[in-house]
C-alpha cells in the first residue's frame, strides 16, 4: 500500500456544520488520512479542522495524508491546475498528498476557458454544486470534449510542480485503467484506484488486476453507506463474525478489506464511530470469516451515477 495510511476518514456527506468537529475528533483518534473531494463541497470546514490540529500541535502537516478529487467539469488540460489551486485553498494547504481524476468522464466546463484559467476569479465564481454537473433539456449531463489520458498529463505535471506528491484515479473499470496505464509516454503511474468496494460488491476481479500492475485499491462505501434498503451492518454473517470476535460489524467490514490489502475510507460524522472505527488492528479474520464475507457478494453496485450513464466513458457500461 505504500505511503497510503490503510485507513482513512472520508469527508462525503459530512456538511460543513460538522466536518470541522469530525476531522478533529479524528485526528485525536490517530487518523492520519482524509479523503476530500472538490464535489463534496466541504474542503474549507474539512481544511479547518486540520489547521486547528496543527496549530494545537497535536499533529505536523508531513504526518498527515490528505487527498482531493479533480471534479469533471475541470477535465480540460488547461483546467487541471486551477482546479487543484481551488482545492488547495479551500484546505489552506500548500500541497496535496494525492490527487485524484474523480470519475473518468469529463463534462462541459461551467465557465469560460479565461475565467476558468485566472483561479482568483474561477475560485469566487465556483460555487459548488451550481456548475458541478451541466444537463441538457431531458436532464443528462452535457459531455466535454476530452480524454483522461490528455487530462492525466496535466496531473503528471502537478506533481512536477510540487502541487501534489502522488496522483492516481477513482471509479475507473479495468479497461479504462488499462488504456492509462499503457499510455505512451506515462510519467507518472497511478498509485490508487479509488472504487466502491463492500461484501456486496467485493471486486475481486479488478482488485486483483490492479494489485498485479501495482495500483493499490481504496474502497469507498465500506460499510455499505446510508442506502435506503441495503443494510450491510444488519447483514447475519457480518453480525456473525462481529459477535465471534467481540467486535462492531463496522470493525469487521474494515477488516476485510485490509486483509485484502485494500486502503479502506469509511465516512461518519459521529465521535464514537470515528473512534470504532480505527480500532481494527488489534483483531484478526480466519481465513473462514474471510471465504464467508465473499461469499455475501451479489454484484451490488451502490453508487452509480444515473444521469452521466449515456457519456461514453461511464465507467460501470463493462462490468469486469
Ligand atoms: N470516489 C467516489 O466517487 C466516491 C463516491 C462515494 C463515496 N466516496 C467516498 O467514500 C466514503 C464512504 O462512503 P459512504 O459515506 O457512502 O459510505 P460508508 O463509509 O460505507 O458509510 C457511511 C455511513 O455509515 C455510518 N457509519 C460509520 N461508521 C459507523 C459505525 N461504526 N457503526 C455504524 N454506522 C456507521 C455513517 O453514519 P455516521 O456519520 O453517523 O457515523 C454513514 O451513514 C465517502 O465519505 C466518500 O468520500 C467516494
Not at 29 to 43: I, K, L, Q, S
Not at 175 to 203: A, D
Not at 263 to 271: E, K, R, Y
Not at 278 to 285: K, M, R, T, Y
Request: aromatic share 10%.
Amino acid at each position: 500500500m505504500g505511503d497510503i495510511p490503510a485507513v482513512g476518514l472520508s469527508c462525503w456527506k459530512a456538511s460543513p456544520g460538522k466536518v470541522t468537529e469530525a476531522v478533529k475528533v479524528a485526528v485525536d483518534a490517530g487518523y492520519r488520512h482524509f479523503n476530500c473531494a472538490y464535489f463534496y463541497h466541504n474542503e474549507k470546514e474539512v481544511g479547518a479542522g486540520i489547521r486547528y490540529k496543527i496549530k494545537e500541535g497535536a499533529v505536523r502537516r508531513e504526518d498527515l495524508f490528505i487527498a482531493s478529487k479533480l471534479w469533471c467539469t475541470c477535465h480540460k488540460k488547461s483546467l487541471v491546475k486551477t482546479a487543484c489551486r481551488r482545492s488547495l485553498k479551500a484546505l489552506k494547504l500548500n500541497y496535496l498528498d494525492l490527487y485524484l481524476i474523480h470519475w473518468p468522464m469529463g463534462f462541459k466546463p461551467p465557465h469560460p476557458e479565461w475565467i476558468m484559467s485566472c483561479s482568483e476569479l474561477s475560485f469566487c465564481l465556483s460555487r459548488p454544486g451550481v456548475h458541478d454537473l451541466p444537463l441538457d433539456e431531458s436532464d443528462m449531463v452535457i459531455p466535454g470534449d476530452t480524454d483522461f489520458l490528455d487530462t492525466w498529463e496535466a496531473m503528471e505535471d502537478l506533481v512536477i510542480t510540487g502541487l501534489v506528491k502522488n496522483i492516481g484515479v477513482s471509479n475507473f473499470n479495468h479497461e479504462q485503467l488499462e488504456r492509462l496505464l499503457n499510455k505512451p509516454g506515462l510519467r507518472f503511474k497511478p498509485v490508487t484506484n479509488q472504487i466502491e468496494c463492500h461484501p456486496y460488491l467485493t471486486q475481486k476481479n479488478l482488485i486483483s488486476f490492479c494489485q498485479s500492475r501495482d495500483v493499490s485499491v481504496t474502497a469507498y462505501r465500506p460499510l455499505g453507506g446510508s442506502c435506503e434498503g441495503v443494510d450491510l451492518i444488519d447483514d447475519p454473517v457480518i453480525q456473525r463474525i462481529a459477535k465471534e470476535h467481540s467486535k462492531s460489524p463496522a470493525q469487521i467490514l474494515i477488516r476485510f478489506q485490509i486483509q485484502r490489502n485494500v486502503i479502506v475510507i469509511p465516512g461518519s460524522i459521529t465521535p464514537s464511530h470515528i473512534k470504532e472505527n480505527i480500532q481494527v488492528f488489534d483483531f484478526e479474520l480466519t481465513q473462514h470469516d474471510m471465504d464467508n464475507i465473499l461469499s455475501l457478494d451479489r454484484n451490488l453496485r451502490l453508487a452509480t451515477f444515473p444521469i452521466t450513464k449515456n457519456h461514453k466513458d461511464y465507467p460501470f457500461h463493462i462490468e469486469y
